[in-house]
């Protein structure tokens, strides 16, 4: 199922991981790689597992059971000089300015980082006083100084409006064409297209990898449409589907078209019901009840 | 507001460290406000020195408590065994009347023993050594240097720490390509420096305002003083790695603190208090300070009469420092240890 690997080595390569926190296992049993020059991304709700995933891969928290492997290596301190991390918390200093945190970073790496002209303004306030898209700017420009190969970057857009995340995207692209490997969670399925290959997780676990084409290849959704599209809706919902409404039209997911229409003829309505291309969220749904 | 009480108490039994706070500090104010808050002295230790040694220690009335006596000594040694605090009174009858010397670096036994041989009238001389007037900064002030030591080492530092956990920088710094000692000394040799600093401000202030003598030796207060504050820092540290927040951190810090101010000796004599609760004023490291401090900076004391204080620092800072260093470590690099025994879940971890 997976998609055919990009052209680059393996920069992370996890095997048959497991962690547990006592008896709450937060992954089970996942398998992951990234390869030089793609961008990897980690799909699923909050609570699936991602961001231990990702700390196991950065060697903040050791796996229960299984392997990984960062640079052809378990995750070491000569490692970390050659990938960038961007945390969900950012990891910026709210009480030094932004040449301050840039220049704590340089230190540390060694290498100079310039301030980025869009933050050129800002560059003598203090990171709390600026906003979370441009903090996020900041922490990218920090997380990239050094020239990393692999790229972690843990729900970079959550919080940033639209025009930033395109422009973070972008920015993430632009990584990735020049070769650096891109490891990204999300919990936003609309950012799904912006990933190379996927991962869906759901409580823990690997339901899913490839691309979206290939993720919702297997699965089915069908759409209903009727002009009592909100009787429809109800019908459906409470026959126990997994029905939604964009718009006026209803949508099922992980339903055989037969089984929607059984649905509607018992409640008395008469509807066309044609299968149609699932969208993510509707993949995973269905993804989410088959046991892997 | 029925529901709202009961949660309330739902709430604060899940809050191990407030109910601590709860049961802890009740039962602390109980002790010393009952056992240990007792300014009366009712033993003073007494030597007596010169020819009529035997005889006057025979005559040697309340509250005096002979510890010994050396006819062939004489006042050079009566100051050797104040200042090496041997004994709080030496009565030297080589002298007519007998002169009877008194550690005044030891305020309340000084207050008693002053006002005993008050009682006497002429049949003595008194002559105070080492804070002649009694004057209470100059015992104050070489104990508040440490007061303020502990106060930074434990409080500042441990709030500076959690501070770094809590805005996740803590997990920044543990990805870089920093070593863990970088991170540790990096984060703490500030609050060192800082500490220093303020040792320093507070020494030469209480010098220059309230008089207080330095007569001994600053290599020795300085070197007493570093062991103190690796215990305080030690502390700090430790605070931190069991603190998810800086409230949480402060109140175990006043923890430590609190005793430390009230059975070290500060406030309320040690001789004062029964050996009960004395036991809990020799674990605490301020004790000790306490004891260099005064030692050094007012009777001029060495390193033949202070090395045990000394000794129990360095022993406390050691043990200490280490278990803070080591706790600190598996916070940065977790992944050397073997996979099993990962305990703590930073917030979000399972996210």
Redesign the interface.
Known sequence: MPAEPAAGPALVDVQGVTRR?GT?T?VDDASLVVHAGEIVGLLGA??A????LI?MV????????GRILVFGE??S??G??R?G?V????????DLSVRENLAFVAA??GSPVPVPPDLADVADALVGTIGLGRQRRLAFAAALAHGPELLVLDEPTSGVDPLARTRLWDAVHEQAEAGVGVLVTTHYMSEAQQCDRLMLMSRGRCVATGSEADIVAGTTAVAVRTTRWQDAFVALDAAGLPVTLAGRAVRVAATPPDDVRAALLRAGLEAQVDQVRPTLEEAMTELDRVPA | MRAMILKEFRELRRDRRTVAMLVVLPVLLLVVFGYAANFTIDSVATQVVGPGAEHAAAALPEPFDLQGTDPSAGADEAHRLLRDNEADVVVDTGTVPPTVYVDGSNLFVAQAAVAALGRLGDQVSTEVLFNPDLTTSWVMVPGLVGLILAFIGTIITSIGLVRERQTGTLEQLAVMPLRPSDVIVGKIAPYFILASLDMLVVTLLGVWIFDVPFVGNPVLFAAGAAGFLLVVLGFGVLISTASQTQGQAIQLAIMTLLPQILLSGFIFPLAAMPPGVRWIGYCLPLTYFIQLSQGIMLRGAGIDSLWPALVVLTGMAAVVFTAAVLRFRRDLAPARRRPHAHAPAPSGVAA
């Open positions: 926190f709450f937060a909050n609570g597992g991602k961001t231990t700390r950065l060697g903040l928290t050791p796996p229960t059971v378990p995750p301190r000569s970390r000089r990938l991390y945390p969900q918390s950012l990891g910026l200093y709210d540390v790496y």
